[in-house]
T-cell receptor
């Protein structure tokens, strides 16, 4: 099993450009999550999904959109990138919600200039 | 809003010493408390998950305790090794959503 994979690993964008980050999991997990990690702030939840076709807002959703068209994939989109979105983005999945471990991908380092 | 704090932010110990990492949270209405390890440039690896009804969990040299009434969890790592050098994060789980602390960066010197 590959677990949770993220594409791309690194990306540099100019302000105003758009991009999509792809997260894929092969564990048949229902729940998937997108986090961002900034220095000194831990991880913060951007959006999450409790199953195929569902999405919900997390703690810091502004400026991001997500889609879960297939159970194994969770996409994070930036429509108009801003320097404040420079961060490391992590995707995670879990079998269900509470009481289950979350499995994390290796991260995507995004720089917006 | 749940706030999770980890103090200290960084810790350096000689090899063989026991490590004690602290995590505090403001809202005791949690489903579980999880501890993660993060190596530089890598994702997070789950170490231990303590259900809200449990007081502790153990895995090898790792032991984590949970005291909901005082809003505290402690991760103990026995007989530390240089390979234990990493950042350790705790996260409280409320309704399936994790709230993370900023982490404690640990260096174990040979």
């Amino acid at each position: 099993n590959a677990g949770v994979t993220q594409t791309p690993k690194f990306r540099v964008l100019k302000t105003g450009q758009s991009m999509t980050l792809l997260c894929a999991q092969d564990m048949n997990h229902e729940y998937m999550y997108w986090y961002r990690q900034d220095p000194g702030m831990g991880l913060r939840l951007i959006h999450y999904s409790v199953g195929e076709g569902t999405t919900a807002k997390g703690e810091v959703p502004d400026g991001y959109n997500v889609s879960r068209l297939k159970k194994q994939n969770f996409l994070l989109g930036l429509e108009s990138a801003a320097p404040s979105q420079t961060s490391v983005y992590f995707c995670a999945s879990s079998p269900e919600g509470s009481s289950y471990e979350q499995y994390f991908g290796p991260g995507t380092r995004l720089t917006v200039t | 809003k749940q706030e999770v704090t980890q103090i200290p932010a960084a810790l350096s110990v000689p090899e063989g010493e026991n490590l004690v990492l602290n995590c505090s949270f403001t809202d005791s209405a949690i489903y579980n408390l999880q501890w993660f390890r993060q190596d530089p440039g890598k994702g997070l690896t789950s170490l231990l998950l303590i259900q809200s009804s449990q007081r502790e969990q153990t895995s090898g040299r790792l032991n984590a305790s949970l005291d909901k009434s005082s809003g505290r969890s402690t991760l103990y790592i026995a007989a530390s090794q240089p390979g234990d050098s990493a950042t350790y994060l705790c996260a409280s789980d409320s309704w399936g959503k994790l709230q993370f602390g900023a982490g404690t960066q640990v260096v174990v010197t040979p």
